[in-house]
């Protein structure tokens, strides 16, 4: 969540509710498994969380015994990850200001918001880490959420509305990720694309309010609901099943990278 869009030309940044986030999206931490798995968090480790939202996951990597900051653009989410009685706080992903402190880097479901400049990301992370440590993240892959990145620009075209410029999220293939990461003085022990279909806990409007206010937010506010129900009903004959049950057409991007130097 740590969206660092600020410019005039970016489209508009994603606004973040914690309480809004925890009802339509609280599959994201709880997915957060293998992620986790990957990081093996061990006690007396100095870890950093990068994006870490309302801190569900910071919180399991604390309970291994780590010191864990966690740091996210969104104040909203810090307040909520701060009543955990987190270190957390508010610091825009693509400006992390920690030297050399941490033994590992942690990322869940965050670097996908960071559209403006991955590699000032992924510098900030060797930065921060210390000789030899460890980037262990998951983010949106190439392909995540197509059906509903295509409805949402077809709806806000037929609204005059612009379209593709509208899309808030960078979905790397492992290739340029990982390309990515060893310019940046990683070596890169695994990336994977992993596609990910996802029950969604509500419905698609619930997730479109969630997420997808980059795009909604570019048409006039009483224009904003029906263009909404305009991408609920395009995508329902693929995402959603006789019962009424929708699917996110997630894919995922993992990977684990160790500082070179
Ligand atoms: C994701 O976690 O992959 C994701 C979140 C919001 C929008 C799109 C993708």
């Known amino acids: 969540m740590a969206n660092s869009q600020s410019a005039t030309s970016s489209p508009p940044a994603q606004s973040w509710q914690a309480d809004r986030y925890a009802r339509h999206a609280h599959f994201v931490p709880a997915l957060g498994q293998p992620v986790l798995d990957l990081l093996e968090p061990r006690a007396g480790e100095r870890i950093l969380d990068l994006g870490c939202g309302d801190g569900v996951l910071t919180e399991k990597i604390a309970a291994a015994g780590a010191a864990v900051v966690g740091v996210d653009a969104a104040a909203d989410m810090i307040a909520a990850a701060q009543k955990r ?17 941490f033994d590992a880097v942690f990322s869940n479901a965050a670097l996908h918001w960071m559209k403006d400049d991955p590699d000032a990301v992924i510098a900030g992370v060797a930065r921060a880490l210390k000789p030899g440590g460890r980037f262990a993240g998951e983010m949106g892959g190439h392909g995540c959420v197509a059906a509903i ?11 005059g509305a612009g379209g593709e410029s509208a899309v808030p999220w960078y979905f790397p293939t492992a290739d340029d990720y990982r390309a990515r990461l060893a310019r940046g003085g990683f070596s890169v022990e695994y990336i994977e ?14 997730w479109l309010d969630t997420f997808a206010e980059p795009f909604l937010r570019r048409l006039p506010a ?3 609901a029906n263009a909404r129900d305009e991408v609920v009903a395009m995508l329902r004959p693929v995402l959603c099943d006789e019962a009424g049950r929708w699917t996110g057409d997630y894919i995922r991007l993992r990977f684990l990278a160790r500082l070179a130097r």
């Open 149 to 159: 990145t295509v409805a949402l620009i077809a709806v806000l075209e037929r609204h």
């Open 85 to 101: 009685g987190l270190d957390a706080r508010v610091v825009d992903g693509a400006r992390l200001g920690f030297k050399g402190e």
């Open 222 to 224: 009483e224009e904003r």
């Open 193 to 206: 694309l992993i596609p990910r279909p996802t029950p969604l806990p509500t419905d698609m409007a619930g």
